[in-house]
């Protein structure tokens, strides 16, 4: 009852590959404070940033069966989100799944379980954000989907959207708001250089931001001892 | 409601200085094992060790305005401690805030919630401890108490309490303690350095701390065949 | 009541050591997936691995005295592997406990509770896995037991059982396995050398594994659009 | 920049009604194994068992606001579903709101968050499944969105889809499934009453499933002694 | 060089009593959203509502010998809590202990650790808000402060402030705000009966707190299609 | 690979139900605080109170095949003990399984996993302990060894060992050792009976375990003011 879709879309990879120059938390800011998957999602080592599309891939539990699956719809700039049906730890991927990613192309992987084999990972510099890191290995007897739409940590992903990673977590940025939220992102930091300098400088957000007022109609009151 | 406490006194900076020459566990170990803040706060980056003045902080859950009035208030020597009003693990922190303190002097964080852009505060070596690392941005719409004592981690903190971080974790030494505490450091290092050489060349702790007597009177039974 | 038996038995420290050529992955792998400590055991640095022999090793909550007890009947090549009675997370080990492991040949730790001092234990090249890091300092009333049976995050570990660790975690062999497991690795390491070669060129796990059929029989279904 | 939609599409509550006839966990087969809301939701009391069209909300962190919104929205046979835009374990929710909520047919809470007044929402009879129950209380200062599709507690939810939830647990079916899924659960709870019977008489399920020739092909082997 | 500090004092038991009438809910809002213990405490029987003066009493980890130093410092109207030094769910305490705190007028119990014989404590009618059912047991090794201010639960908490508990949970009224908290809880549950009345009849929460203007102001904005 | 053991031994169930009549926490303390399993597994319905023989089976993540297998070896005056290879939450058991080990004389289950039906099986009066509810179904693809020594949450368990459960958790008897600990549970309690007169009277814990002395001497000291 599993699963594939094949041909799905893709975000442009200019788009995509213009998208990693932002980190996560620029882009979740810039697209409104959404699409951010959850925090126990923490990459194998630091510092690493990449953005990809996503190819989603859903496992039963224990069993790691439609990684297999996935591997064969990968396109060069892929990024592969893999969520469990079941909460699960277990080690899912380790690098002959990551040697057979890199040879179709593939960035790095996401996933909201367990991965091993992390030492070689690091030295081969394939970037995983995982739930858990353990060996223990998984089955191969009942497939799941493959690039239909999943949640992966608590975020709605789709085959083709543009998936950003770096050591603050991993951000999904719907395929048909990339172009919008890239030059949101730009904009972003743009502004921040400015304060960034300011800032450097001594100057206080109260100011720099004009918050006096308003904390104080909020009922911030400033004392000169401290409270008994 | 909230209120900001200026003017709050410090500890002198030379017994901070001072205390920073030790780790966590010793200090903690020289006040009768009290003041530790709990483990699940931990640093983004190791090595590091600081000490510096507790600069209080309440947020609400989700809500950073209050960092940016204690901004204000900061002095060199501190360290920012800041405590949600309830368990929160969105990034309240990141690297434009910790700019703003550097500039002030400040010497790291010490957060029971998220922090974000761990990059680039790693690059910047401001060190912080976090209870997570988390992209999700905050609001400012609810303000929260500013040098008031607060709990953090489990720890009652004041304004100018002594706060000692390292990769160990964090402890909060009482402003009218310090002198005392510092001296017991120093002690405790001094008679550890003589025992760590005795351990090194193969001695017994058994023997060095006298427990032999000790144990058999507590019921410990020596055998030399395992038991079934 | 607490027990220590004195002159259990051993793995031969050849076996031991050819044990360590190979990952905690590929060893759970070669025993049939069994004798994985929990995934929350983790390295205090990386990467990292070790093979020894099991110096168990039972302790109160909050109580390191049994640790004392247990370095006497260290032997070259040992691991220390110990289990509170009851959860904690207190800090039971530093580096002078570290310092006199080293002094009888210890070759790293494994504990289901804290240590502290990790940035010397870093320094001094001593490994540790551990469920957490906590400066909390352990108290000597109650002894437990030393080289008896115990349960370690999850797993059991007998005197003499072969402990490797590593980036990926830890795994015991049983002393009595230990010739097989190393035997069964080696053959497992051997048949991966040559898939990685077949993956790297970029052929599928679905062809190298010839998955197609089976997925077929277990309702794997290719379809070109999304579903709705 | 929140949005509210009005006018979503409903399920007809006399399928609704008739799903209230099952439970969770036969719903959830009877779809494949799909759409369970995760298991750190629990109801506040035992037993119960509602069906409804949910009626969808986000709350920022601490913040209950839009909560009040989507009671305008609400139609008889709605089951309200909450969810955090970021992890919160307040009490977004008392007997005040369940109170309006009842005068405005609503069936029943699912909120990926905390609960207050507990004992007064046991006594109405209105039945909440929650991940905490807290008295701390929320804001009412950064709307969310209401009625769009949202991920709760894993689980993809839009607007009229129907919200089955018992002892076990919380189930979603998608609005367009809802009569075949109804089917299904008939089919399914038919066919278990015919192996209760069976199962009440003593007989076996390896027979009644006829589980034994592929249990040996899996490898099953039967001794007659334990295993050294 | 643990300390046991007699003749504290307490809140009047009228004012106890009175405060005994309001749900911790009320008084942790009547007292600006101060004083709650962490959500993780629960009661170990439903319904129940509990105040009292809190007997503070510090355990050493897996040790519960103070409870035995703070029986005889109880006074009728008392509220025994209880924080270990270091995180833990051992079962401190049981009917034994619970038969010798009603003896001397204990009101009940509230501990951040374990308690065990649940079944008796439920028979007497003894109310405990723990964080844990263990029945492991404790030693009688290491004594700990009686009657000094803690933090129990992320809440700091004096001898003879007032603990109020129920179903929601557990807050800490400080003594000298006792009366004050009092008189606000009995205003706020006036108001809410005013606006129950309402909300029962149909009235929305967006008219009776006339917020409709404020969320326009906020960006809420009302479609009547899906967004796509 | 998986193995089934019939044939094992069982305690007499004059002495596994002479064990039923003390609760898990006497028994506990009656075989020196060995043999609890973890405090998460918690018992679907309170109170309970069971004793049986263990009945062991593992069971792969999110696979429950065993179970049928271990049904089989029942015999009246069972305890089913499951425990998963890897850690797993979904319900792996459900009324029909029950129905089915009712049939055969099983008296409980207990399970380091998830279970479902919870409503049919507390009407049934089927006691379980287990450490999540969860509707999320199983598969039948890898069978796991019946009847062989597990550790089930913490703790070893064999075949025929006794297992007592009621509502403060699951504790394990080694079959050689049931005798005594029966024996010395009875022992305990009728300590206990004596006791209790004397705390309901109001004798104080310091007195009649004459604690006063050991007190002082591990530095115990009364003061009449309150700690500054």
Known sequence: M???????ERTPLD????????????????????GLLAAHLRPIYRPVRI???????????GD??????AVELARPGDVLVVT???????????????????AHGVRGLVIDAGVRDVADLTSMGFPVWSKAVSAQGTVKETPGNVQTPI??????VRPGDVIVADDDGVVVVRREDA???LAASKAREDNEQAKRVRLAAGELGLDLYAMRDKLATRGLRYVDEAPS
Do not use: K, M
């Not at 599993?2 to 799905?8: D, G, K, S």
């Not at 949640?151 to 709605?156: D, I, K, N, Q, R």
């Open 2 to 8: 599993a699963l594939v879709v094949r041909n799905t």
């Open 15 to 34: 788009v995509v590959d213009a998208l990693a120059h932002y980190g996560v938390a620029t882009i979740h800011e810039a697209q409104d404070r959404t």
């Open 51 to 61: 953005a990809g599309n996503a190819l989603t891939c859903e496992v039963a539990p």
């Open 64 to 69: 790691n069966w439609s990684i297999h699956v």
């Open 84 to 102: 469990p049906t079941s909460p699960c730890s277990d080690g899912y991927f380790g690098e002959l799944l990551a040697t057979s990613l890199v």
């Open 151 to 156: 949640v992966c940590a608590g975020a709605y």
């Open 179 to 181: 172009s919008a939220v």
